[in-house]
């Protein structure tokens, strides 16, 4: 069974520039999560997904992140512009059945923004 | 409010040596889950071992061991015989509600050959 994939691996961009991320959930997989992981800390809840409803973005900041899910498999975060603040590692999770203890992760995108 | 706090931010220690990696949680629910993961340098996190708060059983999985004690709120991670493959940034988590995880600050283990 193949894994979460996610693309880019490692992205850097200039400041203010706008960038996106990718991920492919493993097949049959419902709920899709994307984590925010600063260096040196634990991932943080961005976005969940359940099929292609955000049933949770209280943590995305909406003035410049966004993120979609169309036809509830695929999934894409956008940030425009980018920040300094930015960089970190953005990961993506998904489970079969909507709860978090049976989630499985992608290897990551690592975010430079100079 | 729930919290996890792993204190050990790095640990080096000597192949075959046994470590223990320290997890502290708070929550005010009767029921929640438990986790630890491993992130090694490629970058994904690796599902390790969930728990849950009616059972307080230690477990061994070869080389691993976890320590869960309510008393403490403590959910302590023991590699024993470490190996170089041990390496990576380990995390302790806390789930309350089944859509929710939250994660500690994580802790890097060396193992030095």
């Given amino acids: 069974e193949a894994g979460v994939v996610q693309s880019p691996r490692y992205k850097i961009i200039e400041k203010k520039q706008p960038v996106a991320f990718w991920c492919n959930p493993i097949s049959g997989h419902n709920t899709l999560y994307w984590y925010l992981q600063n260096l040196g800390q634990g991932p943080e809840l961005l976005i969940r997904y359940e099929n292609e409803e955000a049933v949770d973005d209280s943590q995305l900041p909406k003035d410049r992140f966004s993120a979609e899910r169309l036809k509830g498999v695929d999934s894409t975060l956008k940030i425009q512009p980018a920040e300094l603040g930015d960089s970190a590692v953005y990961l993506c999770a998904s489970s079969k059945d909507g709860t978090a203890y049976e989630q499985y992760f992608g290897p990551g995108t690592r975010l430079t923004v100079t | 409010a729930q919290k996890v706090t792993q204190a050990q931010t790095e640990i080096s220690v000597v192949e075959k040596e046994d470590v223990t990696l320290d997890c ?84 890097r283990l060396h193992i030095l050959p």
Wanted: some cysteine; charged content about 20%.
């Fill in chain 2, 24 to 107: 502290v949680y708070e929550t005010r629910d009767t029921t929640y889950y438990l986790f630890w993961y491993k992130q090694p340098p490629s970058g994904e996190l690796v599902f390790l071992i969930r728990r849950n708060s009616f059972d307080e059983q230690n477990e061994i999985s070869g080389r691993y061991s976890w320590n869960f004690q309510k008393s403490t709120s403590s959910f302590n991670f023991t590699i024993t015989a470490s190996q170089v493959v041990d390496s990576a940034v380990y995390f302790c988590a806390l789930s309350e509600a089944p859509d929710k995880i939250i994660f500690g600050k994580g802790t």
